[in-house]
Nanobody, 124 residues
């Protein structure tokens, strides 16, 4: 399984950001988005179940974030509203066959597949 994140680039502070993760195979995968800013640890943003029914968000971003998926297109999308300079980071999508629940969404070592990431730069 390969994951390809896209949609990064230069974003104006206050605008919305839309990222997409293309999954190479049509299999039942739980998918999550993480991000890593320079000099910082990678952090969890949001996750979505294989069927798209269950979602889980990082508390500190949940008011500005929406994760969704289109299983016909094998893509998982992430929307981040009211972008701030501190949102600048490399954004990664990750996936695994194992079902997630609660805080396990944020555990990086539980994800088997990772995309290469897409860089987001924020101008103020």
């Amino acid at each position: 399984v390969q994951l390809q994140a896209s949609g990064g680039g230069l974003v104006q502070a206050g605008d919305s950001l839309s990222l997409s993760c293309k999954i190479s195979e049509r299999v039942g995968l739980e998918v999550a988005w993480f991000r890593q800013a320079p000099g910082m640890e990678r952090e969890f943003i949001a996750g979505i179940s294989a069927g798209g029914v269950r979602t889980f968000y990082a508390e500190f971003l949940k008011d500005r974030t929406t994760i969704s998926r289109d299983n016909r297109e094998d893509t998982v999308s992430l929307q981040l509203g009211s972008v701030k300079p501190e949102d600048a980071a490399v954004y990664y999508c990750a996936a695994d066959e194992r079902v997630r629940a609660g805080s396990t969404w944020s555990l990086e070592y539980l994800y088997k597949y990772w995309g290469k990431g897409t860089q987001v730069t924020v101008s103020s």
